[in-house]
């Protein structure tokens, strides 16, 4: 068997860990619950137990460790900025030396959603493409790029931020400060905030018969099954979703010129009703460049993307001599 690598994929509710390779894939993993509560110091420590149980069963220790963290973090010195959505938001955390004396081993950080991008670019698409880009449409909206047929990061490990593009000028406020972003029109939180809407104002039965009338029951998932139900406004509310990533889509595709646009996230199961407009807006508004050679598609890989891309982040030594 060839070298074994550490991935672990650092979300809010479970951690995710493999040891595996390019070559072979995962070989071994586990998964384990999040507890962020617990502290940044306990979280790491079980992190360890977790990947040291997978070297006690495959006999091999891990080459290179890397983690995808939900949000941002300092690449070179391993420790994390902010990540919002854990408790306590991890400012400031020193996972590479949390880590690394327990791993024995390197121990690299990387953005979950440029994670998600290294993994379908590497195990996805087998290498086959040289340039890509992908949106990951969720309760936010995260984004990577992979140009020349590497994953660009920039010096902070920023770039590729696709949900932060300005889509609409003076649109509306978006979590990260800025208005108009993608992600404040489109993000599954925009969806169903849209959807919650036409809901009260009693302009989706089918909507209206899946949740009971209970606003705190929608979600992306629902209004995609009200749409496909017969709910012409649910249509209309992932239309126009679809329409602000097929306008991003476009901003992306004269910047950089992808052979492949891929859509993943959570809200991306809702499948044509969301692919179908982002299709339709690139073909119209797509002037420098020949639309059919551009392939939109959704993601083929599954909830194993994070942890998949931080393998193949720690086989490649971090990617940090790739910022
Ligand atoms: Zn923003």
Not at 40 to 46: A, T
Not at 112 to 120: C, G, Y
Request: hydrophobic share 40%; proline share 5%.
């Amino acid at each position: 068997m060839s070298d074994l690598y550490a991935g672990i994929d650092l979300g809010g509710t479970k951690v995710a860990c493999a040891l595996g390779n390019t070559e072979d894939g995962i070989v071994a993993r586990t998964t384990i619950p999040t507890n962020s509560w617990e502290g940044s110091d306990r979280v790491l420590e079980r992190i360890a137990d977790a990947v040291g149980g997978l070297v006690q069963e495959t006999g091999k220790r891990p080459k290179a460790a890397a983690m995808g963290v939900p949000g941002l973090a300092d690449l070179q010195e391993g420790v994390t900025k902010l990540l919002p959505n854990l408790p306590g938001k991890w400012e400031g955390v020193d996972v590479r030396g949390g880590l690394q004396p327990r791993l024995e081993c390197p121990v690299y950080l990387l953005n979950d959603v440029r994670s998600a991008t290294l993994a379908e670019f590497t195990f996805g698409r087998k290498r086959q493409v040289d340039t890509m880009a992908l949106f990951a449409v969720g309760t936010g909206i995260g984004g990577g790029v992979v140009i020349g047929g590497e994953l660009r990061l920039g010096p902070l490990g920023q770039a590729g931020e696709l949900g932060h593009q300005i889509v609409v000028p003076d649109g509306p406020l978006c979590g990260c400060g800025n208005r108009g972003c993608l992600e404040a029109l489109a993000s599954g939180t925009a969806i169903t905030s849209e959807a919650v809407r036409l809901l009260i104002g009693g302009e989706c039965p089918r909507l209206h018969e899946l949740t009971g009338g209970d606003a705190s029951k929608v979600d992306a998932g629902k209004v995609g099954e009200a749409a496909a139900g017969g709910d012409e406004s649910m249509r209309w509310v992932l239309e126009r979703a679809g329409y602000y990533i097929g306008i991003a889509a476009c901003n992306v595709i004269v910047t950089i010129h992808p052979e492949l646009v891929v859509i993943g996230g959570g809200v991306a199961r809702v499948g044509d009703l969301l692919l179908e407009p982002i299709r339709r807006t690139v073909a119209e508004r797509l002037y420098m460049m020949p639309v059919e050679d551009i392939r939109i598609e959704p993601s083929v890989l599954g909830g194993d993307a994070g942890m998949l891309g931080a393998l193949a982040c720690a086989e490649g030594d971090g990617l940090i001599g790739a910022a």
